[in-house]
């Protein structure tokens, strides 16, 4: 159970996304690592720092959808507000709760993006389940709660973005 709703083991997550559809990229020169502290905002525009030396085995093109999904997950979970710790994980026995507070106009900037895909006629249900699969990738990587945070963020972002019922 997360946040009272119960989602199936992560393996079976797994087996039910549609990884034709995830596959199915939209090659573009790319970032790899698209997250707001990698945008330096200037002047007079915006600089991308730390970008990735290869996608996949491509040193010339990576997936649009990636890109966006590292944006989307950086709206859902903003790095300074981890730094604050204002993200909950409340584990009891088979319950599992996960909150975390959204920065300061970040809700505008969610419905902001989901218009900008709707309007380029791009899939936000891929990105849900790209992001997912970053939050639960990355999990790992943090230790204590933060990770387990992650962790259980992305599996109930996946289980609701397949529509797990």
Not at 15 to 29: A, H, T, Y
Request: aromatic content about 14%; overall charge positive; proline content about 2%.
């Amino acid at each position: 159970m997360i946040n009272g709703k119960k989602y199936p083991k992560l393996s079976k997550l797994i087996d039910l996304i549609d990884w034709k559809n995830i596959e199915d990229g939209s090659p573009v020169r790319f970032h790899g690592d698209l997250h707001f502290e990698n945008i330096i905002k200037t002047k007079s525009s915006f600089k991308l720092i730390d970008w990735r030396d290869s996608f996949s085995k491509s040193i010339s093109c990576g997936d649009l959808y990636y890109d966006l999904s590292k944006i989307y997950h950086g709206l859902l979970v903003n790095h300074s507000i981890v730094k604050q710790k204002k993200f909950k994980i409340e584990i009891n026995y088979k319950t599992v709760n996960v909150n975390i507070k959204l920065q300061k106009g970040y809700r505008d900037l969610i419905n902001y993006f989901k218009k900008y895909i709707k309007i380029k006629n791009l899939s936000m249900h891929k990105i849900k389940i790209i992001t997912a699969l970053i939050f639960i990738n990355i999990s790992p990587l943090h230790e204590g709660k933060y990770g387990i945070f992650l962790y259980y963020l992305g599996k109930k972002m996946l289980g609701d973005a397949i529509n797990f019922k």
